[in-house]
C-alpha cells in the first residue's frame, strides 16, 4: 500500500524510548560550558578545508555502504563524482585516517566546538570503513567509536520486574506477550483512516513546536505510507527545508504511533533537527559539514535521542493521552475508554525500552543466536513473534545504532533538565542542543 499525503509543513524518521540515563566511556572528550556555546566562533580556512575533504569522503564510503549517507544536500558535482570515481575501501580508509591526524591536530591547536565533533565524525567515519572491510567490534566498542556513546550492563531482573507491573494490568492466561500484543492491536487504525489520523496528529505536533519555534515558511514535508521494511518510520531529509516522511505499514499501525511518529519524524524530531542545522550551521555558518548526515554518527546520539525527547517535551505530563482519547480515538473509530489503559501500559513498557540494547549486544557480540534474540525480543519487546523478527532484522541491519533511541533519549533529557531554570524554559535548552553541534560525552560531560 502506497499513499501519498499532499506537501504540508512537515518531517520524520524512526523510534524508540528510554528511562535510564547512563554514562559514556570517551576518551576523546572535549568539555563545553555553556558560555562557550554562547559564543561559538567562526570558521577557519583550515576547518573549511577539512570539512569539505569530509564531507566527500562520507559521500564516497556511501558508494560502498548505501545506508552511510542518510540524507546530502550539497554540490550535486560531488555526489556525482564520489560515483563517477568510485575508489577502493582501502583507499578511503586510508584517506580517513589522514583526516583524523590531520583534524585532531587542528583541534588540538586551537579547540573549538566545531573542531571536536569533526574530529569525531571522521573518527566515526574510519571506524564505519573498517566495519563495511568486515572487521568485528564488539558492541560497545563499536557505538563507542561511531556514536561517542556506550550503554551501560543491565540487570535482567529490572526487566522481569516491569514485565509483572504489566501482567497484572494486562491480565489472561495467554503468554503476556500474546495479551499485549492482542491489547494494541485492538487499537490499530483502519487503513482508510490512517491518513486522517496522521494528518491530525502531525497538525497537532508541528502547532505546538511552531508556538516555540520560528521555522522556515517552505518548510514541508510528504507523508508516504510503505510496506517491506526493517523500521517502522523514516525521515528522508531532502535538504531545502523538506522531508519525505515514510511509515511502514507491515503490521498494524496503533493510535498511539500517530503523536509518536508525528514528533518523531516531525516536530519538534527529525524534520526540525534538520532544518536547523541546514540553515543555521550550513547556511548561516557555512559549515559544510551539515551537508551531509552520516547514519552512522555521533550525531545520530542528539538526531533519535532529541527525536524521542520531543515527544514529552511537546505533549508533557497527560497531555499526549488527552489529545488522543478525545481527538484521535473519535476519528480512528475506537473506544476512547481503552486510552487510559494503553496509556498504562506505554507507560510500564517504558521500563523495557533499554531491553533491546542488552539483546543487540548479546547477539552481535555472539552470545546468543538469532533464535534466542527473537525470543527476547518476544518476552522483553512484548512483540508477536513476526514483530520479533522484524526488530532482529532492525539489528542485523543497523547494529549498534539502537543505543541511540533509548540512550540517546536519556541523555537529551537529562541535558534539558539541567539547563532549564528561571531564565531559560525547557524548550529553549532543547533548541540550544538542536543548534550545537554536541556529541554525547559532551551533552553528559556538561554538568
Not at 95 to 103: F, G, H, Q, R, S
Not at 283 to 305: D, M, R
Not at 365 to 372: C, F, I, P
Not at 428 to 433: E, G, M
Amino acid at each position: 500500500m502506497r499513499i501519498i499525503a499532499a506537501a504540508v509543513a512537515g518531517v520524520m524518521l524512526v523510534a524508540c524510548g528510554g528511562d535510564r540515563v547512563s554514562g559514556t566511556d570517551t576518551p576523546e572528550t572535549v568539555q563545553v560550558s555553556s558560555e562557550t556555546i554562547e559564543k561559538i566562533t567562526p570558521v577557519e580556512t583550515n576547518l573549511d578545508e577539512m570539512a569539505e575533504t569530509f564531507v566527500k569522503l562520507s559521500l564516497a564510503i556511501g558508494v560502498h555502504d548505501p545506508a552511510f549517507v542518510d540524507a546530502y544536500h550539497g554540490p550535486k558535482e560531488w555526489a556525482d563524482a564520489a560515483t563517477s570515481e568510485a575508489r577502493p575501501l582501502e583507499d578511503l580508509e586510508t584517506d580517513a585516517e589522514a583526516l583524523l591526524i590531520e583534524v585532531s591536530r587542528a583541534n588540538a591547536d586551537a579547540p573549538s566546538i566545531r573542531g571536536a565533533m569533526l574530529e569525531k565524525l571522521v573518527r566515526a567515519a574510519g571506524a564505519r570503513l573498517q566495519i563495511a572491510q568486515d572487521h568485528h567490534y564488539l558492541f560497545n566498542e563499536e557505538t563507542r567509536l561511531l556514536y561517542d556513546a556506550v550503554a551501560p550492563t543491565y540487570i535482567v531482573s529490572d526487566f522481569h520486574k516491569a514485565l509483572s507491573e504489566i501482567d497484572e494490568l494486562i491480565p489472561g492466561d495467554a503468554p503476556l506477550h500474546e495479551r499485549v500484543d492482542e491489547f494494541r492491536n485492538s487499537l490499530a487504525i483502519e487503513e482508510d483512516k490512517l491518513l486522517t489520523v496522521f494528518n491530525a496528529a502531525i497538525a497537532e505536533c508541528r502547532k505546538r513546536t511552531l508556538a516555540h519555534y520560528d521555522l522556515p515558511e517552505n518548510e514541508r514535508f510528504e507523508l508516504e505510507f510503505v510496506t517491506d521494511k526493517s523500521w517502522s518510520g523514516y525521515n528522508w531529509y531532502q535538504g531545502d527545508f523538506e522531508s519525505l516522511i515514510q511509515v511502514n505499514t507491515d503490521f498494524p499501525i496503533i493510535i498511539d504511533r500517530a503523536v509518536d511518529l508525528g514528533c518523531h519524524e516531525g516536530y519538534p524530531g527529525h524534520h526540525t533537527w534538520n532544518v536547523m542545522l541546514e540553515r543555521d550551521l550550513l547556511k548561516e555558518n557555512g559549515w559544510i559539514e551539515y551537508s551531509v548526515y552520516p547514519l552512522f554518527s555521533p550525531l545520530s546520539v542528539t538526531a533519535e535521542g532529541s527525536a524521542n525527547y520531543g515527544i514529552e517535551l511537546a505533549f508533557p505530563g497527560d497531555e499526549k493521552i488527552a489529545f488522543e482519547r478525545d481527538i484521535l480515538f473519535p476519528l480512528a473509530g475506537l473506544d476512547p475508554e481503552q486510552a487510559e489503559t494503553l496509556d498504562k501500559l506505554n507507560k510500564a513498557k517504558r521500563k523495557l525500552s533499554h531491553s533491546r540494547n542488552h539483546i543487540a549486544r548479546a547477539y552481535l557480540d555472539g552470545k546468543v543466536d538469532r533464535e534466542e534474540a527473537i525470543r527476547l525480543s518476544m518476552e522483553f519487546g512484548l512483540q508477536s513473534r513476526e514483530r520479533a523478527e522484524q526488530s532482529v532484522r532492525f539489528i542485523e541491519t543497523y547494529r549498534g545504532y539502537v543505543i541511540n533511541y533509548n540512550l540517546g533519549r536519556d541523555l537529551v533529557e537529562a541535558y534539558v533538565g539541567r539547563k532549564t531554570n528561571e531564565e531559560t524554559d525547557s524548550w529553549s535548552a532543547f533548541h540550544t542542543l538542536l543548534t550545537t553541534p554536541l556529541a554525547a560525552s559532551d551533552i553528559k560531560g556538561d554538568q
